[in-house]
């Protein structure tokens, strides 16, 4: 008897605190949101202005009529072309290149993990500019060898996006036993080829699938090296044509930004439902997608 | 004389029910000779000059503390680590420089081996999938597997729906599944509880028997390689110390090694005069190896050491040079204990005696110590 008035009070205090913490949520989301959307929505805006005040979707219509586009703007075709050969052969190279390399040494040259860490992190501390200082000379003989085309940038990228895949490798053959699933494969007659494939590359599909990710909007976004080496892609393109049509530069940066975060979304679908099985399935090796930085998706 | 350092083979199999048989579907094993495996790291020799010669259908598990070798003496067989010298010779065939893949061996792991992203018949089918063998049969034979090993009505749990238990059986079907020439077992009860350990190692024997095929078996823990084996190999620093059946290792230890390591022993001191040696608690027959005169150390097992009560007189009279003692510790075993006895001159008297014997013994109480003539080795004593 003596109890309930006294819990009333308490379940009240308790409602209004959780009440006062979701205001507080979200408010955070609101400043955040308006913080992240609003460039955005001016982004949006600003490529709808027509003349004399008034507004259309002519740059847009221009956008997705991809012949007309081909005439008026041959080089940010040509950079779309290229950033999308560039994404493909990128994520094929830091694929073919990290994997093998980074599972080896787990199985063999353990006391290479530390200077494999060091070489794959050091891109980081480099700023661009200095790296396409010792890129130049490179990529004079590149240019000799294998000709002039932008999607020789292939080789400065792998090179750029090793921190960031690294450590989504790393994150997910963390968390799997791989010298002893490697050698029960060997065991029971797989070479190497099929332990890798057959074995190591599903358990970490998630690693790798956020490894792929991190490489797509690093290659998208990646200015620096690109128009320093004289070389032509998206975010290239994009600046050329902001001196000639800023309308356009705009909705196309608007584009390349939504299909970052498109691809995003994408990957947290895929990893999360590899997540799931793995929660039915497996035991968890660790989240890949946890311990991974997101690469930038403007220019770096 | 040499003590039984190789010890005759038992017929594989008579540890435990009947002999070999080919279970429907496999083959019987291969004979495995080990000759001379050496194996350095820096400066450790974990394999010093290791030879081991099992017959087909045979289960020998090694034997001996961590860092002895046995591991490196599976996987040097397995392929799975590099050699410096000897050979590995499997069915006659030298696999010395054959690759892991091409050794047709079944080997099932410590630590959890299953594939994670494969169910539990995909897992079995893995090895005969390498064997293109096709989809039907594939599948077929890797629940003929998993019914083996008693586990057909988990073939589609990944392994994380499974117990470490039922993962290490998914494991054994798997290494069996392929028919192996040798099935290679690398402590695989070692992670888990007690129960489920004692229960999988009579599976794996059963299984073993019913497939027929040869298996190396490498475990630290002794009760394990004695209940299971045909015959046991006590490994320290990358040698064989000693290799013969169970009870021989256990009841003939061949070095003061062996009979510290496997099982419990009293050392007690005594005067060897060849046959025998002469202890303060009587007279026991020394087994060959021991020194043929002088001081001794001799090495009881419990089982060999009966306690009475100090009150009360052997027939005959007390002795002089009777050995007494107060009980210091008593452990229980379930229906036995184990009672350590100090003998009042800085030793201990370990002895095995029912439960009921111990209650009537606490700790302090004064006993007096009898040996019953079992023959134990002896070991020189070392001075300074």
């Keep these: 008897m003596g109890d309930a008035p006294g819990i009333q009070p308490g379940n009240g205090l308790r409602h209004r605190r959780r009440r006062a913490q979701t205001i507080q949520r979200w408010i ?8 992240f959307l609003l460039p955005l929505v001016a982004m949006a805006e600003f490529t709808t202005r027509g003349t004399q005040g008034r507004r259309n979707l002519d740059t847009w219509r221009l956008l997705v009529n991809f012949g007309q586009l081909n005439v008026d703007y041959p080089q940010l075709v040509d950079g779309v072309k290229m950033s999308a050969g560039l994404v ?13 390399t980074m599972v080896w040494v787990r199985l063999r040259l353990p006391w290479l993990s530390r200077p494999l860490e060091f070489i794959c992190l050091l891109p980081l501390t480099i700023p661009a500019i200095v790296l396409v200082v010792g890129l130049a000379p490179v990529y004079a003989w590149v240019a000799y060898f294998l000709g002039p085309s932008s999607l020789t940038l292939v080789f400065a990228y792998t090179v750029l996006v090793l921190p960031y895949a690294y450590r989504a490798l790393d994150a997910g053959l ?10 029960a494969a060997r065991s029971l007659g797989a070479g190497w080829a099929t332990v890798m494939w057959r074995v190591v590359v599903p358990n970490v599909r998630s690693a790798v699938v956020s490894a792929s990710f991190l490489t797509i909007t690093l290659v998208l976004g990646e200015f620096t090296v690109a128009n320093l080496l004289s070389r032509n892609n998206l975010q290239v393109a994009i600046n050329l044509l902001g001196k000639r049509d800023a309308g356009v530069s705009v909705a196309v940066s608007l584009t390349a930004l939504l299909l970052a975060f498109a691809l995003l979304i994408v990957f947290f679908l895929v990893t999360g439902s590899g997540r799931r099985r793995r929660v039915r399935g497996a035991r968890p090796p660790l989240s890949a997608s946890a311990a991974a930085p997101l690469a930038p998706a403007v220019p770096t | 004389m040499t003590p039984n350092r190789t010890g ?3 017929t594989p199999g008579s540890g435990l029910g009947s002999g070999p048989r080919s279970g429907p579907g496999f083959g019987s094993g291969s004979s495995v000779l080990l000759e001379d495996l050496r194996r350095t790291y820096g400066v450790v020799n974990a394999l010093d000059g290791l030879t081991l010669d099992v017959a087909p259908g045979e289960l020998v598990a090694l034997l001996g503390p961590s860092g002895c070798g046995k591991t490196t003496a599976l996987r040097g067989l397995a392929g799975l680590e590099d050699l410096d010298g000897g050979r590995v010779v499997v069915g006659g065939e030298d696999l010395t420089n054959v690759p892991t893949n091409k050794r047709d061996m079944g080997m099932v792991f410590q630590a959890y081996s299953l594939f994670p992203h494969l169910t539990a018949v995909e897992n079995v089918a893995f090895g005969l999938r390498m064997r293109k063998v096709s989809g039907a049969e594939r599948r077929r034979r890797a629940l003929e597997s998993l019914e083996l090993v008693g586990l057909g009505e988990l073939a589609d749990r990944y392994a994380g729906e499974m117990s470490g238990g039922q993962q ?4 054994l079907a798997r290494a069996l599944a392929i028919r192996p020439r040798v099935l290679l077992l690398d402590e695989p009860l070692s992670a888990l509880d007690a129960r489920v350990r004692a229960q999988l190692r009579e599976e794996i024997r059963r299984i073993q028997l019913e497939v027929g095929t040869t298996a190396l078996f490498v475990t630290h823990d002794q009760e394990e390689a004695l209940a299971i084996a045909d015959r046991v190999g006590v490994m320290r620093a990358g040698q064989l110390e000693q290799l013969g059946t169970p009870e021989a290792v256990y009841t003939r230890p061949a070095t003061e090694f062996v009979a510290e390591f496997v099982g419990l022993s009293s050392r007690l001191a005594g005067v060897s005069d060849g046959g025998t ?11 060959p190896g021991s020194p043929a005169s002088g001081p001794v150390q001799v090495l009881v097992r419990p089982e060999a050491v009966r306690l009475h009560s100090a009150q009360d007189t052997p027939p005959g009279g007390a002795a002089a040079d009777e050995l007494t003692g107060r009980v210091v510790q008593t452990t ?6 184990r009672v350590s006895v100090d003998d009042g001159a800085g030793g201990t008297v370990l002895a095995q005696v029912t439960a009921a014997d111990a209650t009537a013994m606490p700790p302090g109480t004064a006993v007096r110590v009898e040996l019953l003539p079992t023959p134990a080795l002896g070991v020189g004593v070392t001075s300074g």
Excluded: N, W
């Excluded at chain 1, 963390?174 to 050698?183: C, M, P, Q, R």
């Excluded at chain 2, 040696?277 to 087994?287: D, N």
């Design chain 2, 332 to 337: 229980f075993l379930g229906s036995l204990a």
């Design chain 1, 28 to 35: 955070v989301v609101a400043v955040l949101g308006t913080f």
């Design chain 1, 174 to 183: 963390s968390g799997i036993d791989v010298k002893t699933l490697s050698e």
């Design chain 2, 8 to 10: 005759s083979p038992r």
């Design chain 2, 168 to 171: 290490q059986r998914v494991a």
């Design chain 2, 277 to 287: 040696a002469m202890l303060r608690a009587g007279r026991v027959p020394l087994l």
């Design chain 1, 88 to 100: 493909c052969l990128t994520v094929v190279m830091m694929l073919v290149i990290l994997v093998p």
